[in-house]
């Protein structure tokens, strides 16, 4: 009521009065300082960029041009970038000055938007300072654009539309592959409700379920399979649009494909030092009620985080895990394999090879896989018995997958629809392993959650409590041995592994690189876009 009182006032002082009192409200906007305590706000939802000044003054008044071009091309446009003025003397809400970071008058200061942090469920304190970027020297308006563009992961040209990187970006969200353009078969077809029909596998009984192909796999679409392509049609065909592929007979010529016999491992490493994970019968990061562990009752979630959790009642089941030397676990490996031990699996999951066994990268030919394209984070080993399941689940990374003994069936899902795998945070738990008794217990709950499994059991999934699940579009991927899987970043998979029944173990190696398409997560609804590290790509 208070500003109606005053606004009516207004509206009823003489023309002169109105008039002049207009030019000073006029001159007090165009002199206006952002401060510190309103960057904190709008960078919650914008990109900030300021000029710094020691004055608080008029666009008229800039002596870089560059920059009133730039103020004029983004102001009272909802491009969701903020540009203003900042004073050299402002204090950020915690008493620091922003003169603390070098920052200078006649700067160009770029506050990034603050990003959502997904991965902690605990309440967040508001930030009490941003680091800037900072800008020094620069008055054109392409180079400033350029600026913002880089600051703010931003697409723009100097007319204020998308630049061309940002209309090759546009085009590629446009046309990322889907499973269902190529299929109309979807899980509630091919995954019955908790009785799931299995095939003969060789060698193995099908009422073991958990190691079975799937009962028709013919019917489910395929993973295309290709000889390895060349650089350009990797990354236009399939790392843009973000399409899994399998290269076909690519390893055989590895030395590790002839080389890594059991012998030679063995010899070569039996005294290292490992980590490997353990579990009754092969399912590696299975999700299950959590009243099946022995202290549920007592362990209590917060309520804070357990409002925020759409599954409280289920956990993650982490394997069991182990320290010991690379032989004694090759002794486990064999004795699982060959029967004498029951109802346990041993697996050196990714594990990394420059970090525990760093000579077997002489062996390895990455050079064949368009290196220098895409930033290489990991290179991991992967070995057991064969007869492990590796759980409903999607990685941030893209995803090179070379399979040197036995075969792995990988079940793929798009990560267009996040909704439809369930993505969000689920509680975990840890196994423990008794040595002495060679049993497993469910003891440890944890005050951790998983952020990229699903709580979609796809060999008899709960159509009742997930039904959007039915509405997904599977595609199979089976690699023999020799070939390697594409897999780009989010898309959901599970992973059936199957022995070489010679060597009686399943070997392979994985690339992990830095994404070329990625999304916040865990967040159902949040899609894919291009990283910012590969703009130069575009």
Not at 406 to 418: A, C, I, S, T
Request: hydrophobic share 35%.
């Amino acid at each position: 009521m208070r500003s109606e009182k005053v606004y009516f006032k207004i509206k009823n002082l003489a023309f002169l009065g109105a008039l002049n009192w207009c030019i000073i409200c006029c001159a007090s906007a165009l002199s206006s300082c952002l401060s510190l305590d309103d960057v904190l706000t709008r960078s919650r939802s914008s990109c900030v960029v300021a000029l710094v000044t020691k004055n608080c003054i008029a666009d008229q008044d800039v002596d870089n041009y560059g920059y009133v071009q730039l103020r004029n091309l983004f102001q009272h446009k909802n491009l969701g970038i903020v540009v203003d003025f900042v004073h050299i003397d402002s204090k950020w809400p915690n008493g620091e000055p922003l003169r603390k970071g070098n920052v200078e008058v006649g700067n160009i200061v770029l506050f990034r938007k603050v990003k959502k942090d997904r991965t902690c469920l605990l309440p967040s304190t508001r930030k009490q300072s941003i680091a800037p970027v900072i800008l020094n020297g620069i008055n054109d308006l392409a180079t400033l654009v350029d600026f913002v563009n880089d600051g703010c992961e931003t697409y723009f040209s100097t007319s204020g539309g998308p630049s061309v990187k940002g209309l090759h970006r546009n085009e590629i969200l446009k046309t990322l592959f889907h499973v269902k353009n190529i299929s109309n078969i979807q899980s509630r077809k091919v995954f019955p409700t908790q009785s799931p029909q299995f095939c003969e596998v060789k060698d193995q009984s099908c009422s073991d379920t958990n190691h079975m192909l799937h009962s028709n796999p013919s019917k489910l679409p395929e993973c295309e399979k290709i000889d390895l392509p060349s650089k350009n049609s990797y990354f236009h065909n399939y790392v843009k649009t973000s399409k899994p592929v399998i290269f076909k007979n690519v390893l055989r010529y590895w030395p590790a494909f002839s080389k890594w016999t059991n012998s030679y491992l063995r010899e070569k490493y039996g005294k290292n030092n490992i980590h490997i994970k353990l579990t009754p019968l092969g399912e590696y990061e299975g999700v299950e009620p959590r009243n099946m562990w022995e202290n549920h009752e007592k362990f209590k979630i917060p309520q804070f985080v357990l409002n925020q959790l759409a599954f409280p009642d289920l956990v993650v089941v982490r394997p069991a895990t182990k320290n010991l030397n690379f032989s004694s676990f090759m002794d486990i490996v064999e004795k699982v394999s060959n029967g004498s031990i029951k109802d346990m699996s041993a697996y050196l999951e990714y594990s990394s090879i420059p970090d525990h066994l760093p000579e077997l990268e002489d062996d390895i030919q990455e050079d064949l896989f368009f290196q220098g394209l895409l930033k290489r984070d990991h290179l991991n080993i992967w070995l057991s018995d064969g007869r492990t399941l590796g759980k409903l689940h999607f990685d941030q990374y893209d995803n090179l997958l070379c399979q040197i003994s036995g075969k792995k069936q990988v079940m793929l899902f798009d990560p267009h629809n996040n909704h439809q795998m369930y993505e969000g945070h689920i509680p975990e738990a840890t196994l423990s392993y008794n040595q002495t008794s060679n049993t497993f217990h469910r003891r440890h709950l944890l005050e951790s959650t998983s952020m990229v499994m699903s709580p979609v059991d796809i060999l008899k999934p709960d159509y009742s409590r997930f039904p959007l699940f039915g509405d997904t579009y599977p595609l199979n991927c089976t690699l023999e041995e020799g070939d390697v899987l594409y897999l780009p970043s989010f898309w959901w998979h599970e992973v059936q592994s199957f022995p070489n029944v010679t060597a009686g173990r399943n070997l392979a190696i994985n690339f992990w690189y830095d994404p070329f398409l990625i999304k916040e997560f865990p967040c159902a609804e949040c899609k894919l876009d291009v990283n910012p590290k590969y703009r130069h790509l575009l």
